[in-house]
């Protein structure tokens, strides 16, 4: 799912779906420094998408960064 994920997002980088998709896929790897950063661009491009900011906390707390 990575390698398809990253294909979309080269021809849509700014595919909020997309990043969520290479994201959710990370995190099933085990990826999560890689799927914190695909959670936050999703956040970045959609402030008001509540599940984005609840991925990205979710991996800052697997990271050990919760308080950021």
Do not use: D
């Not at 080269?10 to 997309?18: K, N, T």
């Amino acid at each position: 799912a990575v390698p398809a994920a990253e294909r979309g997002l080269a021809l849509h980088p700014g595919s909020s779906l997309g990043w969520h998709v290479l994201g959710s896929a990370q995190r099933a790897l085990g990826e999560f420094e890689a799927a914190e950063v695909a959670f936050r661009r999703v956040a970045e491009i959609e402030p008001g998408n509540g599940q984005a900011w609840l991925n990205l906390g979710g991996m800052l707390r697997l990271c050990g960064r919760a308080e950021q």
